[in-house]
């Protein structure tokens, strides 16, 4: 589907907004919403993007992880939390749901149709992930979700993950991560994601050594983003925590109810009525 002219201007400005944030005095910190109920409490919070986690969408619908979603249950949800919210929307879109670049193009056609403007594409494809994609292979995919992109009027955002530190041997992966980052961002990448790194030393030498903005993943136990902030990182997310930490609320309010007949915690937790009917927009009384 190709947009309007209207709408691929509006979705050219956002795409132009999301880049710069990567460029911006301090990192662009994204909290990763997995519907739109999530994508609106996340702008509400104020963030100036609303990214979106392939796990937590999964896990939404009732997946496991790992490319079990097609490509349209994806960008259906996606298409949800991009009418929800008035901020840049970029989608983890996994590994692009197809091997080869033409597979992307079609991705990255359907990601615009669903009003994002960025996305995530993994180098490690199928339900495993075990395995790293050719580095050329890899390069390919993205030049085509590049090329694609300006065909359609819309400088679509490509973060570009490397799975090194999760597939390569320790003393190989610092080596394969910034080669694969760099390659990627070559071929129009506008930032490499490079999760599972914890170590100081190792990410300051992933952002001395990868020439453009880096994307790393935080949690417990990894620096905070203060600490990212200083070491250059440009960009840091959290996945599918957030989601993963709702689910594990929502399993102690169903336990509590049902061994203890206790209500505490939707008393502690749960968010007004009326304040979700106004954040979603129902007309006062």
């Given at each position: 589907?190709?947009?309007?002219t209207?709408?691929a201007?509006?979705?050219?400005?956002?795409?132009?907004?999301?880049?710069?944030?990567?460029?911006?005095?301090r990192?662009?910190?994204?909290?990763?919403?997995?519907?739109?109920?999530?994508?609106?409490?996340?702008?509400?919070?104020?963030?100036?993007?609303?990214?979106t986690?392939?796990?937590?969408?999964?896990?939404?619908?009732?997946?496991?992880?790992?490319?079990?979603v097609?490509?349209k249950?994806?960008?259906?949800?996606?298409?949800?939390?991009?009418?929800?919210?008035?901020?840049p929307?970029?989608?983890?879109?996994?590994?692009?749901?197809?091997?080869?670049?033409?597979?992307?193009?079609?991705?990255?056609?359907?990601?615009?149709?669903?009003g994002?403007?960025?996305?995530?594409?993994?180098?490690?494809?199928?339900?495993?992930?075990?395995?790293?994609?050719?580095?050329?292979?890899?390069?390919?995919?993205?030049?085509?979700?590049?090329?694609?992109?300006?065909?359609?009027?819309?400088?679509?955002?490509?973060?570009?993950?490397?799975?090194?530190?999760?597939?390569?041997?320790?003393?190989?992966?610092?080596?394969?991560?910034?080669?694969?980052?760099?390659?990627?961002?070559?071929?129009?990448?506008?930032?490499?994601?490079v999760?599972?790194?914890?170590?100081?030393?190792?990410?300051?030498?992933l952002?001395?050594?990868?020439?453009?903005?880096?994307?790393?993943?935080?949690?417990?136990?990894?620096?905070?983003?203060?600490?990212?902030?200083?070491?250059?990182?440009?960009?840091?997310?959290?996945?599918?925590?957030?989601?993963?930490?709702?689910?594990?609320?929502?399993?102690?309010?169903?336990?509590?109810?049902?061994?203890r007949?206790?209500?505490?915690?939707?008393?502690?937790?749960?968010?007004?009525?009326?304040?979700?009917?106004?954040?979603?927009?129902?007309?006062?009384?």
């Amino acid at each position: 589907m190709t947009p309007t002219t209207m709408t691929a201007t509006l979705l050219s400005e956002k795409a132009s907004a999301l880049r710069a944030l990567h460029h911006g005095e301090r990192p662009l910190v994204l909290a990763n919403a997995w519907d739109a109920a999530s994508a609106r409490l996340v702008e509400e919070a104020g963030y100036p993007a609303v990214a979106t986690t392939s796990a937590g969408i999964a896990y939404a619908l009732g997946h496991p992880d790992g490319e079990r979603v097609s490509r349209k249950e994806m960008l259906q949800v996606v298409r949800r939390i991009a009418a929800a919210v008035s901020v840049p929307v970029t989608a983890d879109l996994e590994a692009g749901y197809g091997p080869g670049p033409e597979a992307m193009a079609r991705t990255t056609r359907d990601l615009v149709a669903a009003g994002a403007v960025g996305l995530n594409l993994e180098d490690a494809r199928g339900r495993s992930r075990r395995k790293l994609l050719p580095t050329a292979a890899q390069v390919e995919r993205v030049r085509a979700v590049r090329e694609t992109s300006q065909a359609l009027g819309v400088p679509v955002v490509i973060n570009a993950r490397t799975d090194a530190f999760a597939l390569v041997e320790r003393a190989r992966a610092l080596t394969e991560a910034v080669a694969r980052g760099n390659a990627y961002l070559e071929a129009g990448a506008d930032c490499v994601f490079v999760p599972f790194v914890r170590d100081m030393e190792i990410i300051a030498e992933l952002v001395r050594q990868i020439r453009g903005p880096i994307n790393i993943l935080t949690g417990p136990g990894t620096p905070t983003v203060d600490e990212l902030a200083a070491l250059g990182v440009r960009r840091v997310s959290v996945g599918s925590a957030p989601m993963r930490a709702t689910l594990g609320l929502a399993r102690r309010i169903a336990r509590d109810l049902h061994e203890r007949g206790t209500c505490e915690l939707i008393q502690e937790w749960a968010l007004p009525y009326e304040e979700l009917q106004r954040l979603f927009g129902a007309a006062a009384p």
